[in-house]
Structure formats: C-alpha cells, structure tokens
C-alpha cells in the first residue's frame, strides 16, 4: 500500500524479484517519469504521447492517432518479441519488424496491496504526457492475445516500463 501513496519517483522488480528485472527492466511510476533529474541517459527521453504517434503512423500510415483506445491496429505485432519465450501464447503476429523487441513485463497495480499483475501477458510503457481529462498519464500496452498497441492511461503510482528515444 506504501507504494500507492508515494509522491516522489520509485521503481521496484517485479514480485520483488531481481532475476525478472534482468529480462523485464524494472517497473516506474510516474512520478520518476516527471523527474527533472531525467530516467533516460543524457541526450534521450521518456516518449511523448506525440512520440508514440509518431512511431505509430510510421509502422501503419492508417493508424487514428487521436483515439484514446484504438483496437483496430496491427502494429503492436510489429513492436512485439517473436515467439513464446517471454511472452505467453499464442504471442498473436508477433513480428518484431520494427526491432522494438517489446516484451511482456506486466506492471504494478494501485491497489489495496500493490499487488503485481499479467507479466507475460502484457507490457505497459510510460508516455511523458498527461491525459488531461482524466489528470491520468497516457501510456501504450501491447497484449500476448492481439497484435494491437492500445493507447491507455495509468494512475501516476502505476508501475510501468520506459522505454527511452534519443533526442
């Protein structure tokens, strides 16, 4: 519970365990994503929400942008790890074409007990942007049943994974 209340940036392991992390990464809130002090190396960030569009109408030029779910695209089998290793079957069109080489690291909840939840069945990833009609942060998930990349929003104790652009 600890966890939900902090208003300062942490990260944890997964379940606490440090062995996940090595394939994983670590899991964020947002409040360390928000940090002037900056996640990323010098000269890289946290994507935008912008970023991830972009990213987007790079990998599907039809992609609707502006949707704060859309389930009606097939690039997330474009950004996802091939196979069953990490992720769970079926890992539907798993491609990795873009060489994101995304991977299932599940995220923590905000809940009574903080508890963990879905590694191996999905991955989150922070955005730098503000859903400023839910004052939640935007974020995208990629799911182990799909080749979707749903564009979402978390509360800002979520635990989520980044993943840094060079600037």
């Known amino acids: ?5 902090l208003k300062m ?6 379940n606490n365990d440090t062995n996940l992390a090595k394939t994983y990464g670590r899991l964020y809130n947002f409040y360390t994503v928000a940090d002037p002090r900056n996640l990323c190396p ?3 960030h946290v994507p935008s929400d912008a ?5 987007g109408k790079y990998l599907d030029k039809t992609l609707d942008t502006t949707l704060v779910m859309d389930y009606k695209n097939t690039i997330g089998g474009k950004l996802k790890e091939t196979g069953a290793k990490h992720w769970l079957g079926p890992n539907k069109s798993a491609t990795n074409s873009s060489g994101f080489n995304a991977l299932p690291g599940g995220f923590r909840n905000c809940n009574e007990i903080a508890d963990f ?11 730098s942007s503000i859903d400023r009609v839910r004052i939640w942060i935007y974020n995208r998930e990629l799911s182990w049943e799909d080749s979707n990349i749903t564009r979402s929003s978390s509360n800002y104790n ?6 840094c652009v060079k600037d």
Do not use: H, P
């Not at 970023?51 to 990213?55: A, H, Q, S, V």
């Not at 939840?117 to 955005?127: A, L, P, V």
């Open 158 to 163: 979520y635990g989520e994974s980044v993943r």
């Open 42 to 44: 010098v000269n890289w």
């Open 51 to 55: 970023d991830w569009n972009i990213l």
């Open 117 to 127: 939840r879905n590694i191996g069945y999905e991955g989150f990833w922070w955005t």
């Open 9 to 14: 940036g942490a990260y944890c392991n997964y």
């Open 1 to 5: 519970m600890q966890w939900c209340k």
